[in-house]
Structures are given as C-alpha cells and as structure tokens.
C-alpha cells in the first residue's frame, strides 16, 4: 500500500473519531429543551478567544459534529473538549492567515441525534444553537467590536450558521459588516431564500455579505441526510467561483490536503488532483477524477459515493486563498465607502447656495446606470423571455441594491454584412451603492443572463426629494 494511501486513511479514521456511527435508540419524548445556555461570559467556554489579532476581520467558526458517544447533546466534559480542539485545529487552518478566530465550545447535537425522528433530531439541535446564539450574542456585544466578520461551519456547524444568519442579520446594520458565511456541507435551499432574504448564495469569487456552500459527491448519489432527494442546493463551484454547470478542470484545484489529526498542521499537499462541477439537478458538488475507495463515505447515515466528509480538505487551498480574496474585497469596499463618506462631509460643509436644488438641501453622490443586453452570449438570441428576465434582474438588484429605478430599452446596430440587429435591454439607475455591492450584482447578472458583460455608466449626481414649496 503506498504512503499516499496509507496517509488517505489516516486521515479517514481521525473522521470517523470525530463522527463516529449512530447506534443509541431516544425517544422523543426523552429529548428535552435546554434551561439556559452556557455562560460564554467565562473564558473556559472559548477554544479559540481571539487567536491571530494581527489579522484585519474576524471569523465565528462554529464546530462540525465531534460527539460520537452522546445520546443527544453533549455534556462539556475534558475527553470532548480534546476531540472539539482536535476537530477544530484542521477547521480553523483555513482562516487563520485571514481572520482572528473566535471558536465557543457548545453542547452539540451528537451524532446520534441524526438518527432520531425529526421533531427529537431538530429539538436537539435547537438545543446546539441555545450555545451559539448565546456565544455570538456574547462576541458582538463584548468583543467585536465593530470589525468585519467571518461566519463560518462545516456540517452541523453551516447548520448553525445558517441559523445565525436567520436570527440576526435581518438587521440591515450587522449585514454591512458581514464579509462572508462558508457554511460548508450543508445545502442552502430554494425555501430558505425565500423565507430570509438576508441568506444570499455567493455567485462570484470576491462577492462579500454571501454564503458559499457546496457538498460534494461522486455523480451518483440520488439521495443524502445534506442533499435529499427532490431537493437541490445552492452552490458555488471551489475552482472556478461559478455556480451553473461548467467544469472546473483538476488544473485550477491549488491543493487537496491531509492534517495532522490534533495539531491541524498541514501534512501533504496535491495540487490539480481533482476537478468539480456542479450537478444541474441536484445542485451538489460533483469531484472528477476521484477514487471513492480511498474516500470511502464512512458512515452509515452517508449513502456510497457521498463525499461530505472531505469537503474542505479537497479543495483547502482553493478555499483558503478565496477566504483572503473575499475579505480583501470586503476591506476595500470599506475604504472606499469611506471615501464616499468623506466626500459628503466636503460636501455638507459647502457654502449651502452651492449645495441646494430647487431651493432644498441636495444630496451630491454617484449614479449608476446599468444596460442588461438579454442575448444569450453563446446563441446571440433571447433565451430567456422579457417578462422572467425582468422579474429575475428586479430580485437580483433588489438584493444587492436595496432601491433602483429601472426601465426597458431596445439596442440596435448593423453588422458586418449590413443587416441590422437589435436586443431586448433592461436599464437600471442606482444611486450611491458599493463598489463591492455593485460587483456583487453584475457578477449575479453575468451568471443568471449568460452574459459576456454589462455596459455600466458612473456619474456624479446632485439630487434631491422635492417636497413642494
């Protein structure tokens, strides 16, 4: 057996410590809600407390599903507190060039809880999230401190994020300070969009206020405990940062890795190992060029060719280099708002006869004006009718937007061989948005109208809300 798969499963039997295998029959009934959650006030209920405070942005990181042994919940005992720290050792090696990490100890849902029915398995990771809501409760109010944050989980962990994001970023204030959520081996749904406008898929590489998810597969799973049947996720491909179909071949992976089963320490790096792409039913991670006996699917509760457990390592450094980009992103949108901030104060201090219209205060800011030409890039031909068009741009850029006034137009011009052509375009104006909110937007536009660009135009604006005399 070769050292490389010697080391492969090395590093499958340090999973199956963490995740175990269910075995433990509950009732519902015995499956009751927490009194109160952990006091995160002690510093005993921290692993990580602040580790890295070099680094310009925080990161959140909820744990995956360390507790193989509990019936429930976990009890905060020294042999779990070692394989918490063990498990979040690799976890935190993805954020620590970038972030300073805070990582709460919490009681769990075990294992085991997925085997329960579904009323006793979501009481029980309600009970999971009594802690977490407490300890991110506790780090906004006691020490963020008004920085960039980083959400970010794998498995239970993205559930827990998820969960966050629904309780607390419905306030418009936390969603600016938001960098990005990596809620990893979790689907993100149709339903969730829906329900929590403030849940955005990621649909580029340097997008922030966004959640990148993905779990991946083998191309033959139909059905999974993250993925089930007749339901489809919401994904980013780790390769190429886009989310239709397209492949991603094994050139642009930077590296699949092994760690150190209690340190995290990188141990040995692949790179162009194995590509990926997106399964356009299933919406799931799908991994080329991958040999499922060397990452077999471990547990029970995972059908054959299910590649949950491995989902960071796969493609770490890809995700580790994106975790840098994105909060670069973030930190430069941030400067430049704060610029734009600058330039309104110039402006308020402006003798007001230079800053009225119409006899009112004015607002000086910038417009923008955006033509969404609907010509499919690849056919030169409409694919998608006007109507879904515009209902489907109106979403995005209310999204990334907040206010836009739009309305329609038809482009014109003659071809080489003197025959005239013409398209269908959507025209938006939006004042005084982010450039990091604005690259957001086009890049949803690009993807969703498949598209080679969109024309947009800056100027700056004097404006106004006339309110009569």
């Given amino acids: 057996m070769s050292k490389k798969r010697l080391s492969i499963l090395a590093v499958m039997m340090t999973v199956l410590l963490f995740f175990g295998m269910p075995g433990m029959c509950v009732n519902a009934a015995d499956v009751l809600p927490f009194a109160g959650p952990l006091d995160y006030s002690q ?52 954020f620590a060039p970038t972030a300073k990490i805070y990582a709460p100890y919490y009681r769990q849902a075990s294992l085991n809880a997925y085997a329960l029915d579904a009323v006793a398995r979501e009481q029980a990771l309600s009970n999971a999230y009594t802690d977490v809501s407490a300890a991110f409760r506790y780090y906004l109010e006691h020490k963020n401190n008004g920085r960039p944050v980083i959400l970010a989980g794998f498995s239970q962990g993205a ?24 809620a990893i081996g979790w689907n993100m749904t149709e339903e969730m969009l829906r329900q929590y406008p403030q849940i955005i898929p990621a649909q580029g590489e340097t997008d922030t206020g966004v959640v990148v998810s993905f779990d991946c597969e083998n191309g033959e799973v139909t059905d999974s405990l993250i ?71 471990g547990l029970a509760i995972f059908p054959e060719g299910s590649l949950h457990l491995y989902d960071n390592f796969l493609f770490f450094v890809n995700l580790q280099e994106n975790v840098q980009k994105r909060a670069g992103s973030f930190l430069e949108g941030k400067t430049a708002a704060a610029a734009v901030s600058a330039m309104t104060a110039t402006a308020e201090n402006t003798p007001a006869e230079q800053n009225t219209l119409l006899g009112q205060q004015a607002v000086i800011g910038e417009k923008y004006t955006l033509y969404l030409g609907l010509n499919d890039k690849d056919t030169y031909e409409q694919i998608i009718p006007t109507d879904t068009a515009l209902e489907l741009a109106n979403r995005i850029c209310a999204k990334h937007a907040g206010g836009y006034t739009q309305f329609s137009a038809r482009g014109g011009w003659t071809n080489d061989d003197g025959t005239m052509g013409h398209e269908n375009t959507i025209v938006y104006q939006l004042y005084d948005i982010s450039e990091t909110d604005l690259k957001a937007l086009l890049n949803a536009l690009i993807v969703t109208f498949n598209q080679s660009s969109v024309l947009v135009e800056k100027s700056e604006a004097v404006y106004i809300y006339y309110t009569g005399e």
């Fill in 227 to 297: 993925t089930p049947a007749g339901t489809k996720a919401y994904s980013i491909n780790p390769l190429n940062w886009r989310t239709d179909s397209v492949p991603a071949e094994a050139a642009l992976n930077h590296g699949s890795v092994t760690q150190d089963s209690k340190t995290g320490e990188i141990t040995s790096v692949e790179v162009g190992k194995y590509g990926a792409c997106i399964d356009p039913d299933r919406g799931t991670l799908i991994v080329s060029g991958i040999d499922t006996t060397e990452y077999p699917a």
């Fill in 159 to 182: 559930d827990m994020c998820y969960r966050l994001l629904m309780e607390y970023y419905g306030d418009a204030a936390l969603r600016s300070n938001l960098v990005a959520v990596y």
């Fill in 43 to 94: 510093p005993e209920n921290w692993l990580y407390d602040g580790a890295y405070p070099e680094n310009a942005v925080d990161v959140f990181i909820v744990a995956p599903s360390v507790d193989t042994k509990s019936a429930v919940n976990s009890e905060i005992t020294e042999a779990y507190r070692q394989r918490f720290a063990y498990a979040m050792n690799q976890q935190q090696a993805l």
